[in-house]
């Protein structure tokens, strides 16, 4: 009996551990994303606009490239290395089909602390001046190069820890408000390192707490060792490329192919640097010589990893925060879902694997996930096929940008910081929807000012956990006994038949970012499995919509599974009764809510608003003036679904 026992149990146990080819196969389509997308590649559909959309890519990459390696504080050719490889490695394992991994304005920034720090402009001269094997670079270079390749591994190592914890599930925590003040603080901060170029100034490398404010002091108390030559270009390269991106922006739908301004401005610049030897007769810093070929990769120094793990752990953090919101932004515009988790290990990978070929920190920007937006492109092909030009101009045309004035490369840079900047139009927005929101955005741009953007972000977070947690223990819900003779009201006032087609959801807690994305798929599952259950035509669908704080999951649900009605156009009515407070979050999820089920038939009622609710609602989302959508009451909000069915029957006897 005990023999039998024991067989049966050991094969259960070998069942449950044999692997299934079925599973590994999953496995791989869940962390190699590529194998999803790339096996249902449309040709002629997706691959010329994703070619046109890789080639103005590949003018971003390496302009960016250039001036981001500079920004970290090393030779601008590993910027270009910088602009290769992250690229390569995002497109097989990251899930953000239109987001462009690469240099980073905020990651070279940090990365830049720890070299400056560990190998100082001063130890140049007691540097050995031999040339070195590595692309003809000297030693102090190849010095710098290694410092920053070693933030770049360290920063990975941590990102891919973080994905084996799991922890990108925590990034609920970061809110809307607190991503918008860090990042258009750190792109404050980028600006302001590019001060000295676009000035022609020699100013010292300054950090540090309240660095920002020293810099500025040093510009003005040195204002007339400004080179009138360099501000000048400066200023009309920024006029022009303003210019020229504005007016692709407003005729992108007459003209296929946007100009490349970038492009047209490098070469321009370049041409006439050349011409008039601006570098000798004016003093204009000029971007120098780029050597040819890619060196054979090199393990960064180990030994150092212990004296850059402050700057790792801000690479790691606020690389991650800003790759992840654009990924999101992108997933939600284009309809399809970004897994948080894989995206750490995405660019993880793409930090530590980069680093053995002399890469500076990488992540996804802005400015070039923007570009792809506007110029079309489909898939990560785009960015492929910008890999194809970046290694042609490493390989062929990196000589060529010996001439290219300093000055045109940070006046590009500026310009393509724009996206970041005018983020502070938000704060008009976060004043009439939630003045907390509104608080947290101008304490968090402060911090981010005055010390760093990972000190910024951590104070952000920290600060709007708290105000939470404060807010939390006033929240009141709704009662049943309410609930029940509401319901009996309800089924006494109103015709069964329009009682069978509405869905009653009631609110019954504080709609904020811990809860806003399990809101939204708590809110489909219960319209997906009221719709799958038989119900007699005379009950009413009433359900109570708990979104409780220890309930704090991702909230990914699969838009395709969850069409609300099947045959016939239905109706929500969302009781917000129980909605004691929300924030700036919630508000953006209920608009989101609201035109998603529009888009799917589905006529969604807001009652028992409170008027800040419907400020801020009207405020945040495009709802339609003419048609009412909030209602005192549930009665109300009900029998005015009931007229509005009456009078299509009345037309739709008309017509016949």
Known sequence: MTGAKRKKKSVLWSKMHTPHCEDFKQWCRRRLPILEWATCYNLKENLLPDTVSGIMLAVQQVTQGLAFAVLSSVHPVFGLYGSLFPAIIYAVFGMGRHVSTGTFALTSLISANAVERLVPL????????????????????????????????????????????????????????????????????????????????????????????????????????????????????????????????????????????????????????????????????????????????????????????????????????????????????????????????????????????????????????????????????????????????????????????????????????????????????????????????????????????????????????????????????????????????????VDDETLHQVKIILINNPLVFLNAKKFRADLMNIIQRENTSSQPHDEISKCEQNTLLNSLSNGNCNEEATQPCLNEKCSLILDCSGLTFFDSSGVSMLVEVYTDSNSKSVDVSFAHCTASLIRAMKYCGNLDPEKPIFFESVPAALSSIHSNKSLSKLSDHSEM
């Open 122 to 493: 001063s130890s140049q001269n007691l540097t050995v001046q031999s040339n070195t094997s590595v692309l003809g670079l000297s030693d102090f270079e190849m010095q710098r190069i290694s410092v920053a390749a070693a933030v770049s591994f360290l920063g990975g190592v941590i990102q891919v820890a973080m994905f084996v914890l799991h922890l990108g599930s925590a990034t609920f925590l970061l809110t809307e408000p607190v991503i918008s003040a860090m990042t258009t603080g750190a792109a404050t901060h980028v600006v302001t390192s590019q001060v000295k170029y676009l000035l022609g100034m020699k100013i010292p490398y300054i950090s540090g707490p309240l660095g920002f404010f020293y810099i500025y002091a040093h510009v003005f108390q040195n204002i007339k060792s400004v080179r009138l030559e360099a501000l000048l270009l400066s200023l009309l390269s920024i006029v022009v490329l303003v210019l020229v991106k504005e007016l692709n922006e407003q005729f992108k739908r007459k003209i296929k192919i946007v100009l490349p301004v970038d492009l047209v401005l490098i070469i321009a610049a370049s041409f006439t640097c050349y011409c008039t030897n601006m570098e000798n007769t004016y003093g204009l810093e000029v971007v120098g010589h780029i050597p040819k070929g890619i060196p054979p990769p090199r393990v960064p120094p180990m030994r150092i990893l212990s004296a850059v793990i402050t700057e790792a752990f801000g690479v790691a953090f606020v690389g991650y925060v800003a790759s992840l919101a654009l990924a999101q932004g992108s997933a939600k515009k284009f309809k399809y879902s970004v897994d948080d988790n894989q995206e750490l290990l995405a660019h993880g990978l793409s930090n530590v694997i980069s680093s053995f070929f002399f890469c500076i920190p990488s992540a996804a920007a802005m400015g070039r996930t923007a570009g792809l937006y506007s110029t079309g492109a489909r898939t990560q092909v785009a960015c492929l096929i910008s890999c194809v030009f970046v290694l042609m101009v490493i390989y062929a045309a990196g000589p060529l940008l010996y001439w290219l004035p300093m000055c045109v490369l940070a006046s590009i840079i500026v310009v393509g910081l724009k996206g970041m900047l005018i983020q502070f139009r938000d704060l008009r927005k976060y004043w009439n929807v939630d003045k907390i929101d509104w608080g947290i955005w101008v304490s968090t741009y402060i911090f981010s000012i005055c010390f760093a953007a990972n000190v910024g972000l951590l104070f952000g977070v920290v600060c709007t956990v708290a105000i939470v947690i404060g807010r939390f223990p006033r929240a009141k819900t709704l009662s049943i006994k309410n609930m029940k003779e509401m319901e009996f009201k309800l089924k006494r006032e």
